[in-house]
């Protein structure tokens, strides 16, 4: 498969272990935030999303935590397994009536040891 | 489930040449994006488009354009394709005020 980004903070959890990605977003007017995962070979997969008028929101086995005063974003998985070995993306947008365009942070590197 | 298909998933081409990337959406989406990812730099907004015949200039519009004559289809096109064109090519779809769904991508490489 390709690499999606040779220069990526890596994030290496043991499995069965909590896993804790970080996020931060320069845009204070974003009010809609959405995690990705990408693995090796495919397209970015949507795993959560989070609108601005929350600080919570959980998923199977994820949560999102939005923290606008810092505007800080932070995804967390429980029990990581060997199928969550992959790239996360946060992404932000302001919302519009009619369209946005999101706005990608850099990455991070998911790695799960056995 | 909404699906996102791009027709290739490997392209190789010579410098010079004119090349379609094409995207196909099975969901009535009004958005449609093309997107460049490159080691390092991350994910490229090229263009998009919110309605059949409009389109708009992303981050990195240059040596490129984009056609979309039917709601379901976004096609890219690369005037005349050059090496720093090599790279790995996003498709996304949305509906008004919600997340993209990506197709599988296109890696393409100028040569």
């Known amino acids: 498969g390709e690499s999606v980004g040779l220069h990526l903070p890596t994030l290496s959890v043991q499995e069965g272990d909590n896993s804790i990605i970080n996020c931060a977003y320069s845009?204070?007017?974003?009010?809609?935030f959405i995690w990705y995962k990408q693995e090796s070979g495919k397209g970015p997969q949507f795993i959560i999303d989070?609108?601005?008028?929350?600080d919570k929101r959980q998923g199977q086995r994820v949560t999102v935590l939005l923290n606008k005063t810092v505007k800080h974003l932070s995804l967390q998985i429980a029990a990581t397994q060997p199928g969550d070995s992959a790239v996360y993306f946060c992404?932000?947008?302001?919302?519009?009536?009619?369209?946005?365009?999101?706005?990608f942070g850099p990455g991070t590197r998911l790695s799960v040891l056995p | 489930d909404v699906k996102v298909t791009q027709s290739s998933r490997y392209l190789v081409k010579r410098t010079g040449e004119k090349v379609f990337l094409e995207c196909v959406q099975d969901?009535?989406?009004?958005?449609m994006f093309w997107y460049r990812q490159d080691p390092g730099l991350g994910l490229r907004l090229i263009y998009f488009?919110?309605?059949?015949?409009?389109?708009e200039k992303g981050d990195i519009p240059e040596g490129y354009s984009v056609s979309r004559e039917k709601k379901e289809r976004f096609s890219l096109i690369l005037e005349s394709a050059s090496t720093n064109q090599t790279s790995m090519y996003l498709c996304?779809?949305?509906?008004?005020?919600?997340?993209?769904?990506f197709g599988s991508g296109t890696r393409l490489t100028v040569v």
């Open positions: 996304a779809s949305s509906p008004p005020g919600g997340g993209y769904t």
């Open positions: 845009n204070s007017a974003s009010d809609y």
């Open positions: 989070i609108r601005s008028n929350m």
């Open positions: 992404a932000e947008t302001p919302t519009h009536n009619y369209g946005q365009n999101f706005v």
């Open positions: 969901m009535d989406h009004e958005n």
């Open positions: 488009s919110y309605d059949v015949k409009m389109k």
